[in-house]
């Protein structure tokens, strides 16, 4: 009987091992799995199931051909929003190379407003949501049952009690605290709840079966009407209002996009709910100008879903345009071999490179892991500097002063090839210079990391980070 477990479970790990390869999207993280697969089946195997894929296929079917209405709703946003396409010179980072990756073309028309920390984001929400009169669309990775929590699910049900539409859709692995309290009152005042889960099958049932938890929707959107929106880095709890004292002060960002790009956070927010729900509401799809501006703005979703990994190719695509300066902010600051070898060319061909970090982590293995490519780096030029205010939680990026992101991608494995984030990327020069003086304030709270410092710590903790920097794949 023994011997028969043993066979099996080698049999698994083997036949595991192929599906690993053929699924191979980090040379580094497939390795690994195919050597624990082999050699220690019998946890390698379970957990491969649990945390090692990374692609979601079942999303991929969804999208590509479960339902020939989502087709004809993607085709036609597309085919609508074509007579909006901004007229803007390729020399402008590439706009070819991310409008295909966007699958839509950067749109003109709109206003943006970039949002600084809690107070600011909340307070535009709460009032966007106030003023919506058909329907409104929330999506977000973490929402607690806390202050916060409560008065973004009163908004929510106000605007259902005057009879407009509320859809809310939550991860289900980030917001695991959130009770079924919370979410059964907002049902019982006509909000339509779904989670966001990593098989459909699962969708009505009450239990959490632990399965595929390696897939995250980290996206944040709100959509009012589909004419205006908002996405960024901040979630629904008192924490990032910096009011939790173990953490402290929280430094985030979100962007107001009002205008046309606004449908494009609606398309990302469908395909979600379409995967959660089997449903497809009716929106508003007509693009609508903004009075207040004519900025060209893209929305670019991206996730594991993806033909091709959309958030590093949109990140190594802004290093390689860069020609004067690449400023970059990333609370979880672990890139690849790759990334790291493009932000140090970038570096030695005379770019103004800036990496803005935390000084403190939430997760101190992601610590220990940036600090193991941080020397490297800085040897070559870049500035690393830890952001001591606070903890740094913005996702943003500027590029010379033609273009500037702003989203919920981080600079490390679990963004790019694992989790469903969403990127704005801003190419009028006003807005980027907006985010560029962001990014100037916030340098003037944080200290570069030197050579000298870097060199002086122990070989103990030199040692710690590599093996950090090993477990990359997983982080």
Known sequence: MLITFVAVCHLLGAATAVSALMAARSAQGTVAWIL???LVPYLAVPAY?????????????????????????????????????????????????????????????NDTRLLVDGEATFQSIFQGIEEARDYVLAQFYTIRDDD???RFQEALIRKAREGVEVRLLYDWIGSHRLPDAYVDRLREEGVDVAAFRSS?????????????????????????????GWLGGLNVSDAYLGLDPEIGPWRDTHLRVRGPAALGLQLSFLEDWHWSTGELPRLDWQPRISPDGDEPVLILPSGPADPVESAS??????????????????PYFVPDE???????????RGVDVRILVPEKADVPLVRLAKMAVVEPLVEVGVTVLQYNAG??????????????????????????????????????????ARVAE???????????????????????????????????PLL
Do not use: C
Not at 80 to 107: D, H
Not at 338 to 348: D, E, T
């Open 36 to 38: 624990a697969l082999l």
């Open 49 to 109: 199931w649990t945390i090692g894929s990374v692609r979601f296929e079942g999303y991929v079917s969804a999208r590509r051909g479960g339902d020939s209405r989502l087709r004809r709703s993607l085709r036609g946003v597309a085919e609508r929003a074509e007579p909006f396409r901004a007229s803007l010179p390729e020399t402008r980072g590439g706009i070819q190379a991310v409008e295909r990756l966007a699958r839509m073309p950067v749109l003109t028309g």
């Open 148 to 150: 916060l929590g409560r």
């Open 200 to 228: 459909r099958a699962m969708i009505r049932r009450r239990f959490r079966p632990r399965i595929q938890i390696n897939f995250r929707n980290h996206r944040k959107i709100v959509v009012a009407d589909g004419r205006v």
């Open 313 to 330: 190719l949109m990140v190594h695509h802004a290093i390689h345009s860069a020609r004067a300066r690449l400023w970059i902010a990333s």
């Open 338 to 348: 790759g990334l790291v070898a493009a932000l140090k060319l970038a570096a030695l």
């Open 391 to 432: 903890f740094l939680h913005t996702k943003a990026f500027v590029v010379d002063d033609r273009a500037a992101g702003v989203g919920t991608v981080n600079l490390d494995n679990r963004s790019f090839r694992l989790n469903f984030e969403i990127t704005a990327l801003l190419m009028d020069e006003g807005a980027v």
């Open 438 to 472: 962001m990014f100037e304030g916030d340098f003037h709270r944080a200290e570069p990391l030197t050579l000298e410092e870097l060199a002086g710590r122990s070989v103990w903790s030199q040692a710690a980070s590599r093996a950090a920097y090993l477990l990359a």
